[in-house]
């Protein structure tokens, strides 16, 4: 291995100045990388994005059409790295004919849809019905979406554009009191691929390719405490990414213990490195050693699987309908998942695809995992307070 020790900011990685409107790292830069999954037909193109160095992927997917041109599926920032890389596409295929937008509440996506839409001025945007913002609901136009060319997805797939090359299906929207779920599952019949959002997610056992051209979150996150200095290597890698995976999954996996903050501050004030990139030394974790286990039931070898968030805080609140959509999603015959996060592609037929959601077809959640704790915690606090009302409520509403 031949580590890349020093990340320089490319000025065709640059986001635009608005990016303090979601204030994720790595903020105004955002390096692309596009991997082709099948020859001259099914690209991916991944960027970073997260939280106090708990960074994953977030992705976007280009499938050729057949009459010539792109779709583009969830787009990400069209930074100028980005555009040139969708560019020499274009050349070689055809342009960019159609955007879609499958979610209504990821703000990590709807965010980039007006500008990417801007940089291609000739493609139709269409986006899933019941798209709200927050915390005023505003029009599309008004979020940088152009009027002349978004449409709403239609309620019947073959009414839309690209129906001889794409069937598509559309989960909720779910009721979850404040503002709704709601994900479309777009299927490319030719390359048999599933196009997925938020839904279903494969845990890697090491860290993706995109995170490789900048170490420091994996490093920062395979520390023992403030006071630890870690070598780069593989290993190192790996591990900062198993944890990373904890913290994305869970918040607060059952392994991890937090530091009160005046410990985390007198620790810092004794750190070797005080900078502020390693957030001044603050440092308030404490990982028992048994984590490795929960990484390992998480990941449960690579099998695709629904993040426990979802499984939690959102599809149990509409256990019919979620399970009606998946048996329309498992009917029709993929050999791949594209998710909008973690590994990509996963190989997965409808059976692995269907067995994802048996926490809700068994009754059975898997939230009585010690992982769960602190999402079953989040979850009797919004029911609690009425913010979301319980799941049996939903689930006597969907019988």
Known sequence: MNPQKQYSIRPRERWCPWWPLIPLYPYDRRRTLRQEVLKDTLWTFDQLQGIFYVIVPIRMSAVRLETGGLLIYAPVAPTRECVNLVRELEARYGEVKYIILPT??????????????????????FVAPHQWSYPVDLPLSWLGFPPKRTHILPDEPQKAPFASEFDYARLGPIDLGLKPFAEV?????????????????????????????????????????????????????????????????YFRPSPLETIPFRHA???????????????????PFHWQPNWMESFEALRDGGRPLVAPVL??????????????????????????????????????????????????????????????????????TLVRTKIVPPPSQFTMNNE
């Not at 990821?106 to 007006?114: C, D, Y």
């Not at 692995?352 to 704790?373: E, I």
């Open 104 to 125: 209504i509440s990821g703000l990590e996506h709807k965010v980039f849809v007006g500008p990417f839409a801007r940089r291609f001025p000739n493609a139709q945007v």
């Open 265 to 283: 501050l007198r620790h810092a004030l004794r750190a070797r490195d005080r900078s502020k990139k390693a957030y001044f030394g603050l440092f």
């Open 185 to 249: 599952a777009l299927y490319h019949k030719r390359s048999r691929s599933l196009l997925l959002t938020d839904t279903i997610v494969s845990i890697p056992e090491k860290p993706p390719a995109i995170l490789q051209f900048d170490p420091y979150p994996l490093l920062f996150h395979a520390k023992e405490d403030a006071f630890d200095v870690v070598k780069d290597s593989e290993a190192t890698r790996r591990k900062g990414w198993k944890r990373i995976s904890l913290f994305a999954m």
């Open 311 to 380: 499984q939690t805080l959102i599809l149990n609140r509409a256990p019919t309908e979620t399970l009606a959509w998946v048996q329309r999603v498992a009917g029709w015959d993929f050999e791949r998942i594209v998710p909008c996060h973690f590994s990509s592609p996963i190989a997965a037929r409808s059976p692995q695809f269907r067995d994802a959601f048996a926490f809700l077809d068994s009754g059975k959640p898997r939230d009585n995992a010690p992982d769960f704790q602190l999402l079953k915690e989040i979850d009797k």
